[in-house]
Every structure is written in C-alpha cells, then in structure tokens.
C-alpha cells in the first residue's frame, strides 16, 4: 500500500470513529495528538503541530497545504534570480 493510500485509510478510520463515537470526538478535538497515537499508534514528532476541527453544516474550512518549495530541503533547492525569471526589463 503506498503512503497516500495509507493516509487516506487512516482519515477515513478517524472519520468514522469520531462520528460514531462523540467522546472520541470531543478527545480529538481537545488534543488530537495524544488522542492519534491512543487510537491508532500513530507517532508524530514534537515539532509537528495538530489541529482538529470540526466542519458544521455552514461553517467548511479550506486548508491550503504548504507550497512544495517550502518543505524541500534547502541544499536542493534551485535559487533563480529575479531578473533572469522575469527578465532584466532592458
């Protein structure tokens, strides 16, 4: 199984667990981390931070995740100059 093909089994687990059980909910959105790794054993190291929501019937969130240039190692990244992107103006 491939690594988006375990998340997405895995959110759907938390998914239906926190609808059918409410104090299951109410741990996850209270201290999602510790209620993750009770749960299911899933480890996430102490810089990753984690929030929990709960979508209502009129209140959606829109998560836009990072840019993939921010989570590439710095070492890898391509440096373009401005005026070589967008051309000198001359």
Same mark, same amino acid.
Request: net charge negative; proline share 9%.
């Given at each position: 199984?491939?690594?988006?093909? %375990? +998340? ?25 981390? *510790?209620? @993750?790794?009770? %749960?299911?054993?899933? +480890? ?11 979508? *209502?019937?009129?209140?959606?969130? @829109? ?12 070492? +890898?990244?391509? *440096? ?7 051309? *000198?103006?001359?």
């Amino acid at each position: 199984m491939t690594n988006l093909t %375990t +998340e997405t089994s895995i959110k759907a687990q938390m998914i239906q667990k926190a609808w059918e059980d409410p104090e299951f909910l109410a741990r996850l959105l209270n201290d999602p981390k *510790s209620t @993750l790794h009770d %749960t299911f054993g899933l +480890e996430m190291p102490e810089h990753i931070r984690l929030t929990a929501v709960q979508e *209502s019937a009129d209140h959606f969130y @829109l998560v836009i995740p990072p840019h993939p240039s921010s989570i590439v190692p710095k070492a +890898e990244k391509v *440096s373009i100059e401005p005026a070589a992107m967008w051309g *000198s103006g001359t």
